[in-house]
């Protein structure tokens, strides 16, 4: 045969593309070429990927460009359950800066635009996987969502983010290690001491027989305080986890 099935899926592809061009998800705007992924040139130039110097702990990016890592004063001062913690790029806090990915994201997660959920999550572990090359990781396992949130938006991002990174990096992902039992008020707008109060005791691990003695993939859309990933990762390591990494797509800053 000339060409082979591969082959005819190449071609098919192409030809879609050509026809229906993927648009940037932030501006709409036509994307081409085969690296097309989820924003365009323009857009992604103003996303802010986080780079070294940064926390090696937490993942925080430190302003200073020079210098090598280093743990940051708050995981000093309060160290983390989790081992390591990583994001993609990097968001303003402040909701008047405006930013593609910011932007992605909420109508992800907000907008209730799942179809966005598969390409940022194919964005995220082709992006993330030079993150955790030392570690060999057992399980996906992601942030959940309390009942009643999931049924109002009708999915959990972290989920949709984690089973793409579980297919792309040939591990298993359980969506039931987890559960939120305790419905919280949004942690946006709260402080760090609230953040953490809010989230206390709100995780409990299911499926204790799963975790035990594995070393653990987090997975979750923001990372803001960490106060969230924390009480998840201590749940877990109390269950038996060996460690716990975290992965997000972004971290607001």
């Known amino acids: ?29 036509p994307i081409r070429g085969p690296d097309a992924r989820c924003f365009c040139p323009e857009c992604t130039r103003s996303i802010r990927l986080i780079a070294h110097p940064l926390c090696d702990i937490c993942g925080q990016p430190f302003i200073d460009a020079a210098g090598e890592d280093h743990s940051c004063g708050a995981c000093l001062s309060r160290p983390p359950t989790f081992t390591r913690a990583r994001a993609w790029a990097c968001y303003p806090r402040d909701e008047g800066q405006e930013d593609p990915l910011r932007t992605v994201l909420q109508r992800f997660k907000y907008g209730k635009k799942v179809s966005l959920g598969p390409p940022l999550g194919k964005l995220l572990s ?116 060996v460690e716990i990494y975290v992965l997000t797509l972004a971290r607001a800053v």
């Open 1 to 29: 045969m000339l060409f082979s099935i591969v082959d005819y899926g190449w071609l098919c592809s192409y030809f879609l593309d050509l026809l229906y061009p993927p648009r940037c998800r932030s501006c709409g705007e």
């Open 126 to 241: 082709s992006s993330a996987l030079a993150f955790f090359r030392d570690v060999s990781l057992d399980l996906v396992v992601p942030v959940p969502l309390h009942p009643r949130r999931l049924r109002w938006r009708g999915f959990n991002q972290a989920a949709i983010l984690a089973r793409e990174i579980g297919r792309s990096w040939h591990m298993p992902m359980d969506p039931f290690i987890l559960f939120r039992s305790r419905e919280t008020v949004p942690q946006t707008g709260l402080k760090g001491d609230e953040r953490r109060k809010n989230v206390s005791g709100v995780f409990r691990v299911e499926k204790g027989e799963s975790v035990r003695n594995k070393r653990l993939l987090l997975v979750d859309d923001v990372y803001t305080s960490g106060a969230t990933v924390n009480e998840c990762s201590r749940v877990l390591r109390r269950a038996g986890a």
